[in-house]
């Protein structure tokens, strides 16, 4: 079946404006997870979705990040005033329900801050 | 929280040889360890877990061992070819709880001909 998808796979932006990153997760998995991967580094948590619960947002970096999830399947990670250091992959991964059960990662999306 | 460290963050080794990434975590009440593989340009993905109720778990050229007492667990790979090449990550986390999975920096293996 398909995999997990983000869009789009590369961004532009000038410093201080908003951008929106999608991810569409595998159909059925309850579990939603953003990371963000700067050059060369290892994987930063940043939020995660479970179900109807209330997300984790204990690794957002900045009250300019946020992400919601509708309909449970479809999420969305919008950074406001974006700044340089934002520069990064943002991935996307979802499981079939929590923690330890196997992450299917997206293809990431490539942000850069100009 | 819990806290995983990696070693060595960069390691080349001639194919054939073996070669071993090391982890430690902080959290005693951690019994879930995955570790993941992410080719050059590609995603993360699993390539073998264990959970702390066993010491050892193999699959093929692929072995991890767990070492609950010390906090620490290994990946092992063993007569190694050029498309073992790529970074390892090693994560930890509590089955049944909240507590999200949480990776180490990352090693970046390199088998060369």
């Known amino acids: 079946g398909a995999g997990v998808s983000q869009s789009p796979s590369n961004k532009v932006t000038e410093k201080g404006k908003d951008v929106e990153l999608r991810c569409d997760p595998i159909s059925g998995h309850t579990a939603l997870y953003w990371y963000r991967q700067s050059l060369g580094q290892g994987l930063e948590f940043l939020i995660y979705f479970q179900g109807n619960s209330a997300p984790d947002k204990s690794g957002l970096p900045s009250d300019r990040f946020s992400a919601e999830r509708t309909g449970g399947s479809v999420s969305t990670l919008t950074i406001q005033r974006t700044q340089q250091e934002d520069s990064a992959v943002y991935l996307c991964a979802s499981a079939r329900r929590g923690h330890t059960d196997t992450q299917y990662f997206g293809p990431g999306t490539r942000l850069t801050v100009l | ?113």
């Open chain 2, 1 to 113: 929280g819990e806290n995983v460290e990696q070693h060595p963050s960069t390691l080349s080794v001639q194919e054939g040889d073996s070669a071993v990434i090391k982890c430690t975590y902080s959290d005693s009440a951690s019994n879930y360890f995955p570790w993941y593989k992410q080719e050059l340009g590609k995603r993360p993905q699993l390539i073998i877990d264990i959970r702390s109720n066993v010491g050892e778990k193999k699959d093929q050229r692929i072995a991890v061992t767990l070492n609950k007492t010390a906090k620490h667990f290994s990946l092992h790979i063993t007569e190694t070819q050029p498309e073992d090449s790529a970074v390892y990550f090693c994560a930890a986390s509590i089955i049944g709880t909240a507590s999200k999975l949480t990776f180490g920096t990352g090693t970046r293996l390199q088998v060369t001909l």
